[in-house]
């Protein structure tokens, strides 16, 4: 059983900056590709991004791209999500996950261990 806890997130302004963390269980982390989705009240979840398990390949969703950054420490099995000038739409409850050995990283399905989330709240 894989355990994923997030921690991190809070009340920011606009404009400002939040690092949330994902630490994960198990010994096998750095096989696995790690994603973040959000899911805000009345949205469906969503992609955020997505890292390789070397850490080597990235990927994002056009709304974070060149905000957020992703990346892990495979010593710590940990992944992060660096959110820099956030908006107020970037408000949500968000979620790491752990992606199956195959599938696309765009979609929930292809995650099969999820963390219980974390509430970002930015203010405008």
């Known amino acids: 059983q894989v355990q994923l806890v997030e921690s991190g997130g809070g009340l920011v302004q606009a404009g400002g900056s939040l690092r949330l963390s994902c630490a994960a269980s198990?010994?096998?982390?750095?096989?696995?590709?790690m994603g973040w989705f959000r899911q805000a009240p009345g949205k469906e979840r969503e992609f955020v991004a997505a890292i390789s398990g070397s850490g080597g390949s990235t990927y994002y969703s056009d709304s974070v791209k060149g905000r957020f950054t992703i990346s892990r420490d495979n010593a710590k099995n940990t992944v992060y999500l660096q959110m820099t000038s956030l908006k107020p739409e970037d408000t949500a409850v968000y979620y790491c996950a752990r992606r199956r050995l195959s599938g696309s990283s765009y979609y929930t399905s292809s995650y099969d261990y999820w963390g219980q989330g974390t509430q970002v709240t930015v203010s405008s």
């Open positions: 198990g010994r096998t982390f750095s096989d696995y590709r």
